[in-house]
């Protein structure tokens, strides 16, 4: 028996904005009855907000619950800001889901992201400054119609990494299995990509050659002018530092020091480590 966070109870008993939008600026939809899950979704959208959201789904109590919440977390947003959200925040707002439901979330995810591809201002320019049609996206699953886009992202929001994974999170081999080995082949392709855009270092050697740096490189450098640094915390190419000097009470003499271990990092790792002092 899976065990389930009051809130996803709440919003599976108590859905909110469940229905149709007769006059939907967008409409988007993702599974299919074949599969055992589907949701649809329609947006109002004025002067770039989001202002009402509904929905339909055919599926379990986690699908119920994805597609309320979304609808809360979309209604009175910005169109830029809802593009943001990823299948994450919606498990997040839940307070998580069985690894068996996240694909749930993912759908939820899929069906905005269908809608908003749908809306006149949100066009692929690409598409549209080479007057061609979209390009059909690739299907790896077709037991469930899951596209190799659509597990690419669950890969980069969620740092699967197995097989299983990818299929608690989108469905994608659970069925036949003939799948499997190209989803693997996607798993390997995104970290090796990883790699070789972090300098071929793994995100474990990354983390281990950033501290290496500060302690044996940066830190020296600093004492020498009665500075120091300290490393707080590392979330991909973002540093988290707290940064002493003589004039720690100078705006100026700090941003000084900033730049300094911000180049330094960028020099040995990669241009895009991104250094934020802990407190901004």
């Keep these: 028996m899976w065990d389930y966070s009051e809130k996803v109870m709440d919003h599976y008993r108590n859905p909110r904005n469940v229905g149709k939008i007769d006059d939907a600026d967008a409409v988007g939809s993702a599974g299919s009855l074949a599969c055992g899950d589907q949701l649809k979704i329609y947006l109002k959208i004025k002067n770039g907000i989001v202002t009402d959201a509904k929905f339909q789904t055919f599926g379990c109590g986690s699908a119920v619950a994805s597609s309320s919440i979304l609808t809360e977390m979309i209604i009175g947003k910005p169109i830029e800001e809802v593009r943001k959200i990823t299948n994450k925040d919606i498990a997040d707002q839940l307070e998580g889901l069985p690894p068996e439901k996240m694909h749930c979330s993912v759908m939820g995810y899929e069906a905005l992201e269908d809608a908003l591809k749908g809306y006149e201002d949100y066009q692929d320019l690409e598409d549209i400054r080479n007057d061609i049609e979209p390009k ?26 197995t097989v299983e994974e990818i299929t608690n999170y989108t469905k994608a081999g659970g069925a036949c299995g003939k799948c499997k080995g190209l989803i693997q082949d996607i798993i390997d392709t995104y970290y090796k990509k990883e790699e070789e855009k972090n300098g071929g270092l793994s995100p474990a050697q990354r983390i281990l ?4 740096i500060i302690e044996k490189q940066i830190s020296p450098e600093l004492q020498k002018d ?6 707080i915390d590392i979330d991909g190419n ?6 002493r000097g003589k004039c720690s009470g100078c705006k100026n003499s700090m941003l000084t020091l900033k730049a300094f271990v911000q180049s330094t990092l960028r020099d040995a790792i990669s241009q895009d480590i991104e250094v934020i002092e802990a407190g901004e």
């Design 226 to 231: 009665g500075g120091d640094i300290t490393l």
């Design 238 to 243: 973002k540093v988290y530092v707290k940064l």
């Design 136 to 161: 059909k996206e690739k299907i790896v699953c077709t037991c469930f119609n899951i596209t190799e886009n659509l597990i690419w992202d669950a890969i980069k929001q969620n740092g699967l990494k």
């Design 209 to 212: 050659k950033i501290n290496t």
